[in-house]
């Protein structure tokens, strides 16, 4: 059963030695992200599952321990997911987004439960998401889940994917459903204009929506901005 959750965006400029002199705009935000994951460990949790957007070719489930690296950022640094274990992390790179949710735990020394990263395609349909999240529910009597994912990189002219007028108004929709521990709000988001908004989070918000069906739980919005033209949003699940 999930009994909570955090979410929170996953630019790899959240980790201060990526954004280097501009490191000081996103303090905000990764103080938010920091109090979200904290009600985490405060739900005490038998599992914890690390959900983050990727390509297809990085779906798939990451152990803890799994190696992660900022190094293709012009950073040298290395991250593992949880606690690494006696032995050097091998096998499969954490994709960008779970990097950034290994980096948040590592603020954290989470040590409160196992951790498992799982990677979801960004186009995963939203039916899909849902009855995987319903699984993820009912994988341990108490599972909590950190959702890593943007919302729309269409917010303002020098954006990543320059200014669509249809993005703000999705961002904040996006956000009040964060906010309110919405899930019907979440499943209804509209998977093509996603899409087209280069909005990174959709499938794992939705991923989310259908862990949380029957649990009750209420939620409140920590963080909404849009620094560098795309959407972060903060929350957390309790």
């Known amino acids: 059963m999930l009994v ?15 954004a280097a002199g501009a490191a000081p705009e996103l303090d905000p935000v990764r103080a938010a992200c920091l109090d979200a994951i904290g009600v985490l460990a405060a739900a005490r949790p038998d599992r914890l599952l690390v959900l983050g957007p990727a390509d297809e070719t990085g779906e798939g489930r990451y152990p803890q321990g799994a190696p992660g690296s900022f190094r293709g950022f012009g950073v040298d640094l290395d991250v593992t997911l949880g606690a690494a274990g006696p032995q050097p992390a091998a096998g499969p790179q954490l994709p960008p987004s779970l990097a950034v949710g290994a980096w948040l735990l590592s603020r954290t020394a989470w040590s409160d439960a196992p951790v498992e ?5 960004e186009r995963r349909p939203a039916d899909h998401c849902r009855a995987r999240g319903r699984e993820l529910a009912g994988s341990a ?14 917010r303002s002219v020098k954006a990543p994917g320059y200014f669509d007028e249809r993005a703000e108004p999705f961002d904040a929709a996006a956000a009040r459903a964060l906010g309110a521990a919405d899930t019907a709000a979440l499943a209804a988001l509209d998977e093509r204009l ?9 499938a794992c918000w939705q991923t989310l929506a259908g862990a949380a069906e029957g649990a009750g739980l209420r939620g409140q919005l920590l963080r909404a901005e849009a620094p560098y033209g795309v959407g972060y949003a903060v929350a957390a699940w309790t």
């Open 4 to 18: 909570a959750a955090a979410i929170c965006p996953c630019p790899p400029l959240l980790v201060p030695e990526v």
């Open 117 to 121: 990263g799982l990677a979801v395609a």
């Open 194 to 202: 996603a899409a087209d908004l280069l909005v990174s989070g959709r």
């Open 141 to 154: 009597p108490r599972v909590a889940l950190l959702v890593l994912g943007d919302g729309s990189a269409r």
